[in-house]
T-cell receptor, first 112, second 110 residues
Framework: DGGITQSPKYLFRKEGQNVTLSCEQN?????MYWYRQDPGQGLRLIYY???????QKGDIAEGYSVSREKKESFPLTVTSAQKNPTAFYLC???????????FGSGTQLSVL | RKEVEQDPGPFNVPEGATVAFNCTYSNSASQSFFWYRQDCRKEPKLLMSVYSSGNEDGRFTAQLNRASQYISLLIRDSKLSDSATYLC???????????FGSGTKLNVKP
């Protein structure tokens, strides 16, 4: 089945720790995105990538980093510089401009 | 001003009711419009794309009004399973430019 796989489903971070959220897709989509969702708020763009080895900051990139070494994979690292990381993180892909977004099942990140 | 605005609700309706949501957007260059459904702690799932001519899918009807810059979603004969948060999503002709409303919560009661 084609789709987007996010892991883990739940993740806990200790203070000062970096954690990495995985996003893998087999839809052959060029564009991949990371969004953050806080309760009662709309999704906010963290980073996006239109092509392998290239990515751009979104609206709230501070404290996060990404890589795009393969078309299928777009991991997100939440660094210790992100002081308020507790949120629901969603990875999405898009086949071409103007098309809908496809979402992974999300990762809930909490701070211990 | 937010790019996309929605009434957060909640809308509490009985089964069988008709309910309508509106969403306004500020960017007149917007090209694509969608309604997504999101259940608690789950990913958003596409409910329907919205076209200028309007479109219908079973009990759901979506309309776009470019002049007034709003889109609407009408749900007829509400079911308990329709209880969810409905997200309005607006895109421009750039890969990175999707704008999300904060969602409208619907509770359908028996």
């Amino acid at each position: 089945d084609g789709g987007i796989t996010q892991s883990p489903k739940y993740l806990f971070r200790k203070e000062g720790q970096n954690v990495t959220l995985s996003c893998e897709q087999n839809l052959n989509h060029d564009a991949m995105y990371w969004y953050r969702q806080d309760p009662g708020q709309g999704l906010r763009l963290i980073y996006y990538s239109q092509i392998v080895n290239d990515f751009q900051k979104g609206d709230i990139a501070e404290g996060y980093s990404v890589s795009r070494e393969k078309k299928e994979s777009f991991p997100l690292t939440v660094t210790s510089a992100q002081k308020n990381p507790t949120a629901f993180y969603l990875c999405a892909t898009q086949g071409s401009a103007n098309e809908k977004l496809f979402f992974g099942s999300g990762t809930q990140l909490s701070v211990l | 001003r937010k790019e996309v605005e929605q009434d957060p609700g909640p809308f509490n309706v009985p089964e069988g009711a008709t309910v309508a949501f509106n969403c306004t957007y500020s960017n007149s260059a917007s090209q694509s419009f969608f309604w997504y459904r999101q259940d608690c702690r789950k990913e958003p799932k596409l409910l329907m794309s919205v076209y200028s001519s309007g479109n219908e899918d079973g009990r759901f009807t979506a309309q776009l009004n470019r002049a007034s810059q709003y889109i609407s979603l009408l749900i007829r004969d509400s079911k308990l399973s329709d209880s969810a948060t409905y997200l309005c999503v607006v895109g421009t002709y750039n890969f990175n430019k999707f704008y999300f409303g904060s969602g409208t919560k619907l509770n359908v009661k028996p």
